[in-house]
């Protein structure tokens, strides 16, 4: 059964609710048979319905496939798939990490948000200049647009030559006694012109100056000049609960077009190893290896993932000794990586303005620094574990260890951290990944010499947001 597509996330949680029979695939959510077994039950609405929209990718592939080439394609895996899916999707650490935007098709649009400022105000905010960008992050402004302060509003172009300027200020009522003019004469910057609170502006170089509240109109009579190329600029508060003109965020949501790229393995096992292991063990020694093949495709999207964020990051923002000081113990000092830390998300911050660290991602020796730490909170150990897998946390901050991140280019012999940031929604996040078909194999084909052969592949893409909300930590001697 082949369904229109709609809203991706009403989709996948409409196909949570229906049987298989029915087009649905509830039977990997519910166990209908015992309401009390909660082991297939994923409790993020969110991911449950990504999860069931992966599935139901696969059936639309299988299914729109004619019968020979299914057979050739999928041969007598499709039971096997769906399960796989099923197992391995909802627990990738890129929930945890990233923005997961499944693709419908294989090419398909991942969406993200931009703010953009809607009204002009001051010196710092200019309509159509985006408040928040999402790959950039925010412009450097004086956060003050949502106040009744407009900093440093032009009035006027100096000329070298004009002295009488009038203007119109943009936001209006104008607050009695809270403007103040500043205009450069003779190469000095002269920032004393105010009004008295009865519509009279006065200060140095000002012969006359006006200013009607209600209109926000400003007559302005120099002395002097004002010097060419030079502005004249006006500092005010407004009413603005009376205010005709509040400032305005335009939402833009913004697409991307992107597309899913094949990440194939092959696998080759020995029959007579296949026929051993069944004979003495009464199990399929295939099973077990495509379980096995899943587990390491799986590892190598997080892995892929990792190193799109931690290149992104550049040169690490901050360093941690693992040479302890003779005063304090070994648990105190490691203790102290929460400073680089603190640095690494003071840094996000000011790069992004949307937040601080919220995970840690790690090599092998920087984990041996962070589990030594007096403030970690150690997670139960996971045995089989493939790839990168979530370790515990450090003031409340869940670390993830990832052997392979001790590989990547700029990584030091001493140990290496990336931390990242990743919001409360899906929107907000430095990288979306955006898989369209989780697993796929071949059939498995036996050769003359005696070896059984087959591959297995997942197709994703990934798009790079914003690289400041990723930074990097070395572990130096």
């Known amino acids: 059964m082949i369904r229109k597509r709609k809203d991706i996330i009403s989709e996948g949680l409409e196909l949570c609710e229906e049987t298989i029979e029915n087009g649905g695939w509830r039977e990997y959510f519910y166990n209908d048979k015992n309401p009390n077994d909660k082991s297939l039950w994923i409790e993020d609405e969110r991911i449950r319905a990504l999860t069931a929209i992966l ?83 925010y412009p450097d402004g004086d956060g003050l647009y949502t106040s009744e302060t407009v900093n440093s509003e032009v009035v006027g172009a100096g000329t070298g030559a004009a002295t009488v300027y009038a203007y119109n200020l943009g936001y209006i009522p104008v607050r009695a006694g809270k403007i103040r003019i500043t205009h450069t004469q003779g190469g000095v910057v002269i920032a004393d012109g105010v009004d008295s609170g009865n519509g009279v502006i006065t200060g140095t170089n000002i012969a006359a100056g006006l200013v009607n509240y209600e209109t926000g109109l400003v007559n302005l009579t120099f002395t002097l000049a004002p010097d060419n190329l030079t502005n004249i600029v006006c500092t005010y508060e407004y009413d603005s609960e009376v205010s005709p003109t509040t400032p305005l965020i335009d939402v833009a949501i913004t697409s991307s077009a992107i597309t899913a790229i094949r990440h194939a393995l092959r696998f080759r096992y020995s029959l007579d190893a296949l ?73 996000i911050y000011q790069d992004t303005h949307r937040g601080n660290v919220s995970w840690i991602v790690c090599d092998a020796n920087a984990a041996t620094i962070i589990e030594s730490a007096i403030n970690f909170v150690k997670d139960p150990v996971r045995p089989e574990t493939v790839g990168a897998y979530k370790i515990g946390s450090i003031n409340g901050i869940p670390v993830y260890k990832e052997r392979n991140v001790a590989a990547l280019t700029g990584a030091v012999a001493n140990g290496n951290i990336l931390v990242g940031y990743k919001g409360g929604d899906w929107l907000t996040a430095g990288l979306v990944y955006a898989p369209y078909r989780m697993f796929y194999f071949t ?25 400041r909300m990723f930074k990097r930590i070395s572990i130096v001697p």
């Open 55 to 137: 599935l139901e990718n696969e059936r639309h592939d299988i299914e729109a496939m004619d019968e020979s080439t299914r057979l050739a394609q999928i041969g007598g895996f499709i039971d096997y798939i769906y399960p796989t899916v099923r197992a391995v999707f909802p627990n990738l650490i890129a929930h945890e990490l990233f923005s997961v935007q499944p693709l419908q098709q294989e090419n398909g649009q991942i969406t993200y948000l931009n703010f953009v400022y809607g009204n002009t105000k001051g010196a710092n905010y200019v309509q159509g200049q985006r408040m928040f960008d999402a790959q950039t992050g």
């Open 275 to 347: 026929h051993e292991h069944k004979a003495q063990f009464g199990a399929d020694l295939g099973d077990i290896i495509r379980s096995g093949m899943a587990a390491i495709v799986a590892s190598e999207i997080d892995r892929r993932l990792i190193e799109k964020a931690w290149s992104s990051a550049g040169t690490p923002i901050a360093t941690f000794s693992q040479t302890v000081p003779g005063a304090i113990s070994r648990v105190q000092h490691y203790g102290d990586i929460v400073v680089p830390l603190n640095q690494a998300s003071e840094a």
């Open 443 to 467: 059939p498995e084909m036996t050769f003359d010499d005696w070896f059984r052969r087959g591959a297995m592949a997942s197709k994703f893409g990934m798009k790079l947001v914003n690289g």
